[in-house]
């Protein structure tokens, strides 16, 4: 099933046949996992969210247009999903719960480079976790997910223009809170051979 | 001063590279000509780079037992064949008494995302395509740079951050292509798909470990157009693919470089090697089942596939706790080796 596309396995799951669920799950659930898990900033509810997307991508798999994106509905799925959450104030106590949440150590790379790797980590969790929710929204489905500013705007349900100014406003706070060093340039085009 | 605002605002455009090409130009002729606005846009770089630390975090296998439990599917029902939409057979029990409370949930809350999208149907309008001619190019200036690749070092020194990657083909019958991306300024170096600076530099933009996911995307899919033809078929431009696969934490951008090098041919020893390793180690059973078919397209192509991709091979067809499509691939690429 895997050769068919988004699309034809959502038409088969239209058509009240489920087999599709599975393989549709395993070509979205990491990009779903990990957009929920930046933007509430708490791994159990992403769990929540992310099996929860997939539930009512086949509750509602009618509302799902053919000449739409899957990954572009699922995203207005999930932020949905993550914008209720966040609205209840009991979650909001729980948001900053994994902030510090660190992965394991890689053995890819020297103690070192690993150590400034978490550190990295850490720094860009926090600066995240400074942006309100909807500048947070915007800058994941744009830096992390590549989708285009249209396309935010469809899952944000706001205008263009609002994103960019939603990404700019986050990028100002991003950059006040990270800074790095830019190393490189063009040198070698200036070396001829 | 009121430029230099403008200018700020438009440089999150830049990094997402969603400015028409006059803009995009004009804002770089800015930042070339301003210090304040330099400054600026190498800290927006740096931390839009910075930002691309934070790792991928792994789906916990318990989430999709629990969405395929409560949707009546079982992980086996993976492997059974679909019924025919033409003469659909009976559904599962329990799904019609599922389907109903979910109707019924649909009715009373009144459908949860297009009820607050009701006057927006989801329409997605299609992408930007991203080759562009150099011919067209309507500003002249200075800070476009034009370089013949056979003019340029193939060697390339101190990892410079490029950005804003695109890629030209202005006549496809010339043999000629183009990478453009910014350095310090705005360059564009042209020559044949062999040339080894122009390999070395696909490599490098594929390699680039800062990448945004976007612009390394677009250069596989460009790489899989311009490097599928024999013709051009390079290994450093194969082995730029195979680190991509070992390491990009995108899963999207992994199985593209999976798909990119089961079209490539003929496949070098550090391709196969990356298949097997993808097979083997890969957390995503979709860049798994990529792999296999790849590892079944050098088989067709008549490359002998070794006595360890073999036994890897058999290994997954009958690993207990792997994807069901994984194992079914892997026993049928087993069956058809002869």
């Known amino acids: 099933m895997n050769h068919l596309s988004d699309q034809e396995l959502m038409k088969i799951v239209q058509a009240g046949d489920y087999a599709p669920a599975s393989e549709i799950y395993d070509r979205y659930s990491g990009r779903i996992y990990n957009f929920a898990f930046r933007f509430l900033k708490n791994a159990e509810a992403a769990e929540d969210a992310t099996q929860e997307v997939f539930v009512r991508m086949i509750k509602y798999a009618s509302q799902f247009q053919g000449d739409a994106k899957l990954s572009t509905w699922l995203f207005s799925i999930t932020a949905n999903w993550c914008r209720d959450y966040l609205r209840k104030s009991d979650n909001k106590a729980k948001e900053a719960e994994d902030v510090l949440l660190s992965l394991p150590a890689s053995s890819e790379y020297s103690p070192e480079r690993d150590l400034e790797r978490r550190e990295s980590e850490l720094r860009v969790k926090r600066a995240l976790g400074a942006l309100t929710a909807e500048q947070r929204e915007a800058i994941l489905l744009s830096r992390y997910q590549g989708l285009s500013y249209a396309e935010i705007a469809l899952i944000a349900g706001c205008s263009e223009g609002a994103v960019k100014t939603r990404v700019f406003r986050a990028m100002e706070t991003l950059k006040k809170a990270l800074t790095a060093d830019v190393g490189g340039g063009g040198r070698w085009l200036n070396a001829t051979r | ?338």
């Open chain 2, 1 to 338: 001063m009121a430029e230099c605002d403008a200018m700020n605002e438009q440089m999150p455009l830049l990094l997402t590279e969603s400015l028409g090409r006059e803009e995009r130009e004009r804002a770089h002729q800015h930042i070339e000509n301003c210090a304040a606005c330099a400054a600026e846009w190498k800290a927006y770089r740096a931390t839009w780079s910075e930002l691309g630390e934070l790792p991928e975090v792994e789906v916990p296998a318990r989430v999709k037992e629990q969405f395929l439990s409560t949707i009546g599917a079982s992980r086996d029902s993976k492997v059974i064949p679909m019924r025919s939409r033409l003469a659909p057979g009976p559904r599962p029990s329990a799904l019609p008494r599922w389907f109903a409370q979910a109707a019924a949930v649909v009715i009373l809350v009144g459908g949860s995302y297009y009820a607050g999208n009701r006057t927006a149907p989801l329409r997605v309008l299609p992408s930007p395509a991203t080759i562009q001619s150099v011919e067209q190019t309507p500003y002249s200036i200075a800070e476009t740079r034009v370089l013949n690749a056979s003019a340029i070092s193939p060697n390339i020194e101190g990892r410079p951050n490029i950005q804003n990657v695109q890629f030209v083909d202005a006549d496809a019958s010339d043999n000629q292509i183009g990478v453009s991306f910014d350095v310090t300024s705005r360059v564009t170096v042209t020559g044949a798909p062999t040339d080894k600076s122009l390999v070395r530099l696909l490599s490098y933009v594929l390699e680039r470990d800062n990448s945004t996911s976007p612009s390394r995307s677009n250069a596989i899919d460009w790489v899989r157009r311009t490097y599928s033809d024999p013709n051009h078929a390079d290994p450093e431009i194969a082995d730029a693919l195979a680190k991509v696969l070992r390491n990009d934490t995108h899963e999207g951008v992994r199985i593209r470089a999976v798909e990119t090098l089961k079209d490539m041919s003929p496949a070098s020893s550090g391709t196969r090697d990356a298949l097997i390793d993808a097979l083997k180690n890969d957390p995503n059973p979709a860049v798994r089942i990529k792999a296999l078919e790849a590892l079944s397209n050098l088989a067709k192509a008549g490359t002998a596939l070794d006595a360890k991709t073999i036994d890897t091979l058999r290994a997954k067809a009958s690993q207990d706790d792997e994807n069901p499509y994984v194992r079914v691939k892997a026993a049928e690429l087993l069956s058809e080796i002869p």
